[in-house]
């Protein structure tokens, strides 16, 4: 089978993976992707990629303008290709109207949905608008892929009533030959008495960031705040005030798998709960967090937010805390209470934790034959 991918990032982590994996498991590949500006550093791949302008965030209009620009390197593409694989809604629209273009019915098309965005939920007009386009859009999917089973249940069987849509779920687990980078990298574990929670990634809950920096303060000297990563958009001033703390080690971006070692290994536990975003029900809820696979891979018990997803696994596996976000101070006093019996249980456990909770298998390989079977 031959494969066109088409990326809103030249560099994220997730797309990158997808490609990488599956690359490994068909003929041909050939990428066609944007240059984010704004976005996360990711680490550079051997692909060659045909980038096609440079996004931004908040931009729709300008970045209208350029997916019009790109449609005919994108037509020539479908043109030679099996499956057009895209990543979020507006590749998808840029995949389905390439598709009608080049008059090729055969070519079938992936949508992939790693979050389900803020304007595909609410009541306002925009929101239905954005449901009404992305339904549109969902006739035309031959397979949905999705990093979460309840983005189907929660979202896409009840809300966009789409019960007879082909779905697969591919979790935003670990690679064995991506990770084997980092297992090549280990290196001893930390050796101080300090205890130390890691915040890694896009570092964009402000609510996190305020309860960390309460953390450190309430903790007078118990506690460390070890952040990796850069703010969010919205978090630049809690941030800044995290980072000014005299107990947080901030050591900025990272690089995906290459830095995850000594990253992991520098922590006691990992904070890996989802931008708090209210009682609002929304992805937060369904979402499953690349930091959770993670910390379950480097054996680093974990803080979670009550009624995620990943809250349903720590729970059922006894490897970490979940924590309900809305109380702060109680939140701030409960984890400097936690005692070294409750700690020492979670990393027992977390040790015995089943690989195929964060690992992958076979799930890549079942993509491809559903693919392959689909009209």
């Not at 983005?151 to 064995?176: A, G, M, W």
């Not at 070890?226 to 005299?246: A, C, H, M, S």
Request: glycine share 6%; with cysteine; aromatic share 12%.
């Amino acid at each position: 089978m031959k494969f066109t991918f088409l990326l809103s990032s030249t560099i994220h982590v997730r797309f990158i993976k997808r490609v990488e994996i599956i690359n490994k498991l068909i003929d041909h590949i050939q990428i066609y992707a944007f240059v984010r500006k704004g976005s996360y550093p990711g680490k550079k791949t051997d692909f060659e990629m045909n980038t096609m302008g440079e996004i931004t965030h908040v931009s729709y209009l300008k970045r209208f303008v350029i997916m019009v620009k790109s449609l005919n390197k994108i037509r020539s593409a479908v043109r030679k290709t099996d499956v057009v694989y895209t990543f979020g809604l507006d590749m998808l629209f840029l995949g389905w109207i390439s598709k009608q273009l080049s008059f090729r019915k055969n070519v079938k098309l992936v949508y992939e949905v790693g979050d389900i965005r803020e304007i595909l939920i609410g009541k306002a007009p925009i929101n239905n608008l954005a449901r009404f386009f992305e339904k549109f859009l969902l006739r035309y999917v031959s397979v949905l892929v999705i990093t979460s089973k309840a983005f189907y249940t929660e979202y896409f069987k009840k809300v966009q009533d789409t019960k007879s849509l082909r779905y697969h779920v591919v979790e935003n687990k670990l690679d064995t030959d991506i990770m084997s980078v980092a297992r090549s990298q280990e290196i001893a574990g930390k050796d101080n008495k300090e205890f130390i929670i890691g915040y890694f990634g896009v570092l964009r809950c402000a609510r996190t960031l305020e309860i960390l920096k309460m953390l450190d303060e309430k903790g007078k000297g118990k506690i460390k705040i070890y952040l990796r990563g850069l703010p969010g958009i919205k978090t630049q001033k809690e941030y800044d005030q995290l980072v000014n703390t005299e107990g947080v080690v901030n050591e900025g971006p990272y690089v995906v798998p290459d830095d995850l070692s000594a990253m992991y290994n520098s922590v006691d536990m990992v904070w890996a709960c989802f931008p708090y975003q209210g009682k609002e029900v929304g992805n937060w809820c369904w979402a499953k967090t690349i930091r959770f696979y993670e910390s379950c891979y480097f054996k680093k018990p974990v803080f979670v937010q009550t009624g995620t997803e990943d809250c349903k696994t720590v729970e059922k596996y006894g490897i970490g805390i979940c924590l309900d976000l809305e109380k702060i101070e109680k939140t701030v006093d409960y984890i400097l209470s936690l005692s070294d019996a409750e700690i020492s249980e979670w990393k027992k456990n977390i040790n015995e934790l089943p690989e195929h909770v964060f690992m992958y298998s076979d799930e890549h390989e079942k993509l491809i034959t559903l693919l392959k079977k689909s009209k």
